[in-house]
């Protein structure tokens, strides 16, 4: 329940102020860092090295690529949403000027339609009034893999095929944004106002999901 200390001490050391639930005190400092080895402790100083390098500076596109050098990955996989294509091809245009070979998979690759996969007219976005294909997040994972990807990208994929994705792609997988229909891609806007335009998050599953008429 990390959450719910605010005072953090495990970011100084002080062991001896740590609450009673917390999880450091399950898993001690020796145990942790023997979790750590080979090629994990190497991402690890790769990742601490982009943090301290570009501190408040680098942005996220530019901390992707920072990470991928010093990993040595030089073929990278980008799996987007149909919906994010023009980001989609600017983002691997920087990508490949800046000497990456890059693959890249729309989240409808294969036009599986919907309702061979056994997704009801109720669960389609159109209701199943018109031709609904699919997200193939396995099939992006797949298909990057093949290509022989050291490292996938996520840019923008549902909730739910990005976790498909993560599970099936055999390798790191690194996410540089998001999908948020309603924010305009920035999901952090309805925390932010949680307590004020956005106090309807607090009864969402009872109020939304319990009630068959809001979907």
């Known amino acids: 329940m990390c959450d719910l200390c605010e005072a953090k001490p495990c ?5 001896e102020s740590f609450p009673p639930y917390c999880p450091g005190r399950q898993l001690s400092r020796e145990e942790a860092i023997g979790l750590y080895d080979g090629q994990d402790r190497d991402a690890l100083r790769t990742a601490a090295s982009v943090e ?3 501190y408040c500076r680098w942005t996220r596109c ?3 690529m920072a990470y991928a050098t010093g990993c040595g990955y030089g073929r990278l996989g980008l799996a987007f949403c149909a919906g994010l294509s023009y980001e989609a091809a600017v983002f691997a ?3 490949r000027e800046n000497g990456f070979l890059v693959s890249s998979v729309c989240c409808k690759n294969c036009s599986v339609p919907k309702q061979e996969l ?3 007219p109720a669960s389609m976005v159109r209701g199943g009034a018109e031709y609904e294909a699919s997200c193939n997040p396995i099939g992006q994972a797949r298909l990057l893999m093949e290509s022989g990807c050291q490292l996938g990208i996520i840019l923008g994929l ?4 990005d976790s498909l994705f993560i599970k099936h792609f055999d390798g790191p997988v690194t996410v540089l944004a998001v999908k948020d229909r309603v924010t305009g891609n ?4 309805p925390i932010y106002t949680a307590t004020s335009y956005y106090k309807r998050l607090s ?3 009872k109020t939304q999901l319990s009630n068959p008429k809001n979907g």
């Open 203 to 205: 009864s969402f599953v």
């Open 11 to 15: 970011r100084n050391g002080d062991r």
């Open 93 to 95: 245009g920087i990508l």
């Open 158 to 161: 549902c909730v739910g095929h």
């Open 62 to 64: 530019e901390e992707i």
């Open 118 to 120: 056994g997704i009801p």
């Open 186 to 189: 920035a999901p952090l806007a």
């Open 52 to 54: 301290a390098g570009g």
